[in-house]
């Protein structure tokens, strides 16, 4: 299941022409701009049937671009993220069941700035994706 909705998150991300790359691991150098990073944050299982337990799957996603003055600059970086923003949330939001992997999945987001070796511009995004387990 955790794979699956994963790899269903990968998927949408790498729909966006505009993203360059999507890992599905903290990748230390990466391969272009921008490009995004999709982890698991949590998890949580709750009591829904005598049969089915809903776990709720957490991933942040991660969407870095680059902004030094050697590279895109600090306007065109930013400019570049602006873009992106209601790109990557109109996709979940029409995909909500994240191709049928989930029952539901909600997504909410922040902007910040982060120093991984070069300065760098970044959306961070939370997916809370629900999907009914069943007990065995």
Excluded at 57 to 73: P, R, S, T
Excluded at 123 to 131: G, P, Q, S
């Amino acid at each position: 299941m955790y794979s699956n909705i994963k790899n269903a998150i990968k998927t949408i991300l790498s729909g966006i022409t505009s993203i360059k790359n999507v890992y599905g691991y903290e990748k230390g150098n990466l391969d272009g701009y921008p490009s995004a990073v999709v982890t698991l944050e949590a998890i949580d299982c709750a009591y829904e049937t005598n049969n089915e337990d809903e776990r709720k799957y957490v991933f942040k996603v991660k969407i870095y671009q680059e902004m030094n003055d050697d590279a895109l600059g600090v306007e065109t970086a930013e400019n570049t993220m602006e873009a992106l923003i209601d790109t990557v949330l109109g996709k979940f939001e029409d995909d909500y069941t994240l191709g049928g992997k989930c029952h539901r999945a909600n997504i909410s987001g922040i902007a910040g700035y982060v120093d991984r070796e070069i300065s760098m511009r970044v959306l961070e995004f939370k997916i809370d994706c629900y999907a009914l387990y069943t007990l065995t």
